[in-house]
């Protein structure tokens, strides 16, 4: 205790450390707030001169193509709850569709609202699928190997599109993106068919980084010895791997039947080739984690993707994407935290274990 009563450094109250990690927060939640406010001039004032054909066009809008907007995009999130549960049924873990596809909701709302939304999404979806009965080494695997699915899914629309439209992109790249894609499910599938290749290399990995660490060359090999054996309980055979793919598919083209719907729904006819360029440009865009939702910079993405390749005029496109957007980001926002508030808001005892774990397996 120091002189008037106060708590020395090394037995502060854990109130006193609190109090400046609040203020912090409170400090972040004013920046976050005039960042976002800040997008949404910007916005404004890059849509400005085609805001008003651009509503006159929205007051004519077409709502049954509206209805299959939603139809699709509801397929698009199916599709990848789908994609979810094939990786965890490859590697033991039984899931409902139900239950998967409520995660990939609520798991994308955190993604598109919160600042470092793709942490909170990430860890999420890991504390659930450790909830089902997932080992670490199987959870983490699903979500890498999802991430890379879709990625890969996306890089193939964006060739695609750039080949039907004539660009340079020949037919052999097109060829390699799906070679690497047929490459990448038999590598998954040979590493945890054999994992003594993979115990092979990683053991003399760790020799390399324990000579270095000046440690014993077998110190830490119980624990990979552990990960090996999980690893093996995954068989991505090719039963699996082909329904990965083709929902994959699913998730991605339902997502682009969207994105299409939305612009038939204001009146456009755009050219599919160059639909899918427009779309696979504001996904990729979208991956920037620079604003909730890619809020600015993924419309204008979209807006000039629509106008450049689909040959959408300025007006259809600006209002095209806003409603593309309206489905595709608030509504599935929307519906992703309702989820989360019905099925996941109860905060459960294992949860303060499982984001230890996640952080440290992120760590590494």
Known sequence: MTANGAPTGD????????APIRRKLRWLKWV???????????????LWPRLHESWRTLTEIHWGWVALCIAFQAMSMSGFGRVQKQLLSAGGVEVSQRKSVAVVYGATAMSVTLPAGQVFSTAFTYRQTRRWGASPVVAS?????????????????GVGGALLVGNRVGPVKLIVTVLAIVALVWAGNYISS??????????????????????????GMDKVTEMLAQLESVDLGKRD???????????????????????????GDPKWAGLLIAFAAGKAVGSIPFA????????????????????LPAAQAVAAAFVY????????AIIGWIVFAFLFRTKQADDAEYEKEFEQRRTV
Not at 11 to 18: C, E, G, I, M, R
Not at 141 to 157: E, I
Not at 325 to 332: K, N
Request: aromatic share 8%.
């Open 325 to 332: 957007r309206l489905v595709s980001f608030i509504l599935v």
């Open 241 to 267: 791997g082909a329904w990965v793919t083709g929902w994959a598919l699913v998730h991605r083209f339902a997502d682009v039947a969207c994105l299409g719907a939305a612009c038939y729904a204001v009146g």
């Open 11 to 18: 037995h502060a109250s854990p109130a006193a450390t609190v």
């Open 32 to 46: 976050a707030g005039v960042v976002l406010l800040a997008l949404l001039i910007g916005e404004a004032i890059y």
């Open 194 to 219: 054999n994992p003594g290749a993979l115990e092979l290399v990683l053991r003399k990995s760790l020799a390399l980084v324990n000579r270095v660490r000046k440690q014993p060359a077998d110190h």
């Open 292 to 311: 909730p939702g890619g809020i600015v910079y993924v419309d204008a993405t979209l807006i000039y993707g629509l106008t450049a390749a689909a040959g």
């Open 141 to 157: 695997w699903q979500l890498v190997f999802s991430g890379v699915v879709a990625a890969a899914g996306l890089a193939l629309l």
